[in-house]
């Protein structure tokens, strides 16, 4: 089973700088994609950014630009630089990992952190 530990939400000024950690852990083989998405109260879920093996990177149109995310691979963590956030940034963030396990059967899986708040304030 692949635990997920994430870190960094909070409130901020608009225009100011915040960073997410997510951690995973447990029987893990190798790890094929981990992102952030994010919700809005009364909006659907939607992909913040993800990096994919390779070290391709996607981000949606409205925080290119203004959010990095990167990957420390060793520690199976990755990371949402998000900086120049807006009021409309406002949500619970979440991480996803999506891989194959490290245990005898080497099922892909696919997890989802806890969500962290987010709130930019005006």
């Known amino acids: 089973q692949v635990q997920l530990v994430e870190s960094g939400g909070g409130l901020v000024q608009s225009g100011g700088s915040l960073r997410l950690s997510c951690a995973a852990s447990?029987?893990?083989?190798?790890?094929?994609?981990m992102g952030w998405f994010r919700q809005a109260p009364g909006k659907q879920r939607e992909l913040v950014a993800n990096i994919i093996s390779g070290g391709i990177t996607n981000y949606a149109d409205s925080v290119k630009g203004r959010f990095t995310i990167s990957r420390d691979t060793a520690k199976n963590t990755v990371y949402l630089q998000m900086n120049m956030l807006k009021p409309e940034d406002t949500a619970v963030y979440s991480c996803?990992?999506?891989?194959?396990?490290?245990?005898?059967?080497?099922?892909?899986?696919?997890?989802w952190g806890q969500g962290t708040q987010v709130t930019v304030a005006s």
């Open positions: 447990g029987s893990i083989a190798s790890i094929n994609a």
């Open positions: 996803h990992v999506a891989g194959v396990a490290g245990d005898t059967t080497h099922n892909r899986f696919q997890t």
